[in-house]
Structure formats: C-alpha cells, structure tokens
C-alpha cells in the first residue's frame, strides 16, 4: 500500500466517523467559528491572532467535506504558519488528500496525447501527495524517459535517489531530499509523460505538449497545494506555468520574468497568489550555477534557508 493510498484510507475512516457522530459546538468554539466567518469573508492576510478561529473553522470545513476553504484561506497566513502549526497543518493534510489523488488519476487516466510521436504515454508522473503544506514548489520539464510496454509511474526526483535533479537540488539547498520534502519542499513536472528524444537528441517537451497538458494536470496540482514560492527549471517549465493559470497577458508566454530582485516576481492570478522565480535548466555547468542561484534565493523567501553552502558551482561530482 502506497503512502497516498494509507493516507486516503485515514481521511475516509475520519470523515465516517465525524458522520457517525456529530460534533457538537461548545460555546467558546461558536465564537470562533463567528469569527472565522468573518474572516474568510474577507481578502485581508490572518496572523497569529487568528490561528485558533482558523483551526476550529477549518476542522468544521473538513467534517463538512468543504476542502477549497482550507485551501483558499491557507496563503492568506503570515509565511508558514500552516506548516509550523501541527493542528493547521494536519487538517491541510486531510483536506489535500482526496484532491490530489483525484488530479494524479486523471493523469494516469489522460489519453490526449496519445497520437503524439514524442510522447512516452507509458511511462507517467505520479506523485504522492505533499505530507505538509508546500512552501517551495520546484516544476521541472519532464519525468525521465525509459522504454515501457505497459503503463509504469515515472522515477523522478521524488522517488529516485539516484535523479540528477535531485542531487541538484539537495547541493545546492545542503540537505538530503527526505529533510526538504519535510520542510515543505515539492516538485512537479511540467508535462507528465516522459518525452521521446528528436532528431537533435533533445528531450525538452515541444510547446504544443506543454500547451495541452499543462491547462489540465498542472493546473489542477497547483490548485490543490496553492505554493508560497514556485521555481520554474527551464523554459518549457516556465511555459507551462503560464498556461496552467491562463495569466498570459501578464506574463509573457516565452520571455520568463528577470528575477534580479532577491523577492522574485508576485504573481497573484487565477486564485493564486506566490512569488515566481524562473531559472535555466541545468544543462551546463554554467546554467547549474545560475540556477543554484536563484534557487537559493527562493529558498531563503520561502523561509527555506541552505544549512549548508552549495556545492554546485563545484560540482559535487554526483552528477
């Protein structure tokens, strides 16, 4: 039994439960719970102060099956406040679990690329769920291709020590993959088929791929674990994001932002508000060292600061 699958598991025992027996309001948590109303009907950020409405309100959302209030209140936090918080973050948990499995089965279900030559149907991201809240969602191009007959789940940086990705990213921000993804680290691809190599040996998914899969897959993980800071590795990447928000009049659509400022670009569109980075993918030893850079950066915004210095410019020799 996969992690997403003993996670499911729990949520749907809970939620029978919270059936079987209703929960009865005591009235210091009917104050809350006025409060909380007030509070998601307005757009204004939550601190501290509000953490105890937020938490009885939220537990009344998820009895009630209502996960996009959590989901919609949860950036409104004053930075990882949901993730530092184990009753927030539990209930941001329970809440995301049911949505990405059904976002990952539309992934493993999806036929529309399948008369597409440079598409490897058979070979497919699925990712398990975030087990807390994402602080830094990284979203590369693609799952690595290998040949398969029958349908398989793609290695990627999250489930392959030996990805080349992920030594990058565990160089350059100083800490094994397992310490990252616990500290609110993610990664998503761009396109969620492995891509075939063209004729100049190159994988980089073709802008019609990205166009088609990105506004329904990508989309819909972003909808669901809504990230503090988001870092693109590559342009393809970088395109896909853009189509998965349909903010392409603010953001142009081949030209990614400058990221010179140390904050990186807000994008705050389509129920979605982060602070963007766009970095090179990591081709060159000079391209790796742009992108440890900017990672680096997006790292310490998203409150995610390197325990140890890069070894990327010297490369560590793993890759």
Not at 53 to 77: C, I, K, Q, Y
Not at 116 to 129: K, L, S
Not at 171 to 177: E, I, K, Q
Request: hydrophobic share 45%.
């Amino acid at each position: 039994m996969t992690d997403a699958e003993r996670i499911l598991r729990k949520v749907g025992a809970l939620r029978s439960m919270c059936v079987r027996l209703p929960h009865l309001e005591t009235p210091a948590e009917t104050l809350l719970l006025d409060r909380f109303d007030a509070l998601a009907s307005v757009p204004d950020h939550l601190t501290a102060s509000d953490r105890d409405a937020v938490a009885v309100g939220w537990r009344r959302s998820w009895r009630a099956g209502e996960v996009d209030t959590v989901h919609r209140m949860a950036p409104r936090l004053d930075g990882n406040m949901v993730a530092n918080d184990r009753t927030l973050a539990t209930l941001w948990v329970a809440a995301t679990a049911l949505p990405w499995d059904t976002a990952q089965q539309e992934i493993w279900r999806c036929t529309t690329c399948e008369a597409d030559p440079r598409v490897a149907v058979n070979v497919r991201q699925q990712t398990e769920p975030p087990a807390r809240p994402v602080s830094l969602l990284i979203v590369t191009l693609a799952p690595p291709f290998v040949t398969a007959r029958e349908r398989s789940r793609a290695a990627s940086a999250t489930n392959d020590e030996t990805d080349r990705i992920r030594w990058f990213i565990e160089d350059t921000l100083g800490a094994p993959w397992t310490m990252l993804s616990d500290g609110g680290v993610f990664l998503l691809h761009a396109v969620k088929c492995a891509i075939v190599r063209d004729a100049h040996g190159s994988q980089n998914p073709p802008a019609r791929t990205v166009d088609r899969c990105a506004p329904q897959h990508l989309a819909s993980e972003l909808n669901v674990i809504r990230p503090r800071v988001l870092v693109t590795m590559g342009r393809m990447a970088y395109r896909a994001v853009v189509r998965a928000l349909e903010v392409s009049p603010r953001l142009a659509l081949t030209e990614p932002p400058m990221v010179a400022r140390t904050d990186g670009s807000l994008i705050d569109s389509a129920g979605q508000s982060f602070r963007l980075f766009a970095s090179p993918f990591i081709r060159t030893p000079r391209l790796r060292t742009i992108a440890a850079e900017i990672l680096t950066r997006a790292a310490r915004v998203a409150g995610i600061a390197p325990t140890r210095p890069s070894t990327v410019a010297q490369d560590s020799g793993r890759t």
